[in-house]
C-alpha cells in the first residue's frame, strides 16, 4: 500500500507509529518530518521527501525494519537522533552536501555497508554507526571538528576508520581524541589487546567479539558507565597504572571476566 500525504498540517508527533504501508511520499512546500512519525512501520519499504524539507525530528523512522530506499533532499540541513535507528534493510545513503552533524545514534543498529559523509560535515555524534553489522569501512573528512564516543563497534569485514580530522588519530585499530587524550572507539580483532600508551581516557572499548584480555599500561579513567559492555569473549584485563570510573554497567552483559587486575591502593569496593 501507498500512502501521499496531501497536507503537513494532518501530520503530528508518532502520526503512523506501526502502521503497515510499504510506501510514503511527503507533499512539496513540507518544511519538517515530526518526531517518530513512522516509528516500527515494519513493512515500509519506500519513503519519497520533497526537496523543501529542511529537517527530520527525533526518531522519525527508528525501527523501519524493511526501509531500503530514501531520498536526502541538497536542502536538508538537520537529521536529529535515533532517525535511521534499527533500518536493517537501509544498505546504503546519500547523504546532502550541506550537513553539517550527524546525530547521536543516527545510523545505530542499520544494515549500511557503505556511506560517504560529506565535505563541510563538522560533527559525529556518538554510537552514529554502532552495530552497524555490515558497514565495511569509514573515512571521516578533514572538516570534521568534533566526534562522539562509540561511532563504530567492531564486527566481522570492517576494515576500520580512516581519519583526516584534525586533533584526532586511528593507533592499534581504535579512534583517539587527541586534545582529550581520549580513546573514542576501538574495533580491534586482536585477542589480546595493549591500549594505547598516549591516552589516559577510555571511552568505549565495547560490542567486541574478539577481544579476550585487555592490557592498559598507563593510569587511565573510564569516562562512561559501560565502557566495557557486549564485551562477551573478554576474561581478563589488567589495569596496571590504575583506574577510575568503574560503574555497575562498565562490564554489562560481559560474561563478567574472570579476572580484573587493579594497581590502585584504596580502589572503592571488591571485583
Known sequence: MKIEVKTALALKY??????????????????????????????LRKI???????????????????????NLPDGLEEIADDVFQGCHALKHITLPPGLKRLSPEIFDNSGLESIELPDGLESIGYWAFYSCNSLKSLEIPSSVREIGFGIVSEHENFEGIICHANGFH??????????????????????NYVVPECVDRIACISNNGYVKTITVKQPIKL?????????????????????????????????????????????????
Open 14 to 43: 508518532n502520526a503512523f507509529i506501526g502502521e503497515t504501508f510499504k510506501e510514503l511520499v511527503f507533499p512539496e512546500g513540507m518544511i519538517e518530518i515530526p518526531g517518530s512519525l513512522c516509528e516500527d512501520c515494519r513493512q
Open 170 to 191: 586511528v593507533e592499534n585499530d581504535a579512534l583517539i581524541d587527541d586534545k582529550n587524550k581520549e580513546l573514542l572507539c576501538c574495533w580491534t580483532k586482536q585477542e
Open 48 to 70: 519519497v521527501l520533497p526537496s523543501t524539507i529542511k529537517r527530520i525530528d527525533v526518531g522519525a523512522f527508528n525501527g523501519c525494519r524493511k526501509l531500503e530506499e530514501i
Open 223 to 271: 569516562t562512561t558507565v559501560d565502557a566495557f559492555a557486549f564485551d562477551m569473549g573478554l576474561k581478563e584485563i589488567d589495569f596496571q597504572g590504575g583506574v577510575t570510573g568503574i560503574t555497575k554497567d562498565t562490564f554489562y552483559l560481559c560474561n563478567y571476566p574472570s579476572k580484573i587486575k587493579i594497581k590502585q591502593s584504596g580502589f572503592p569496593g571488591h571485583l
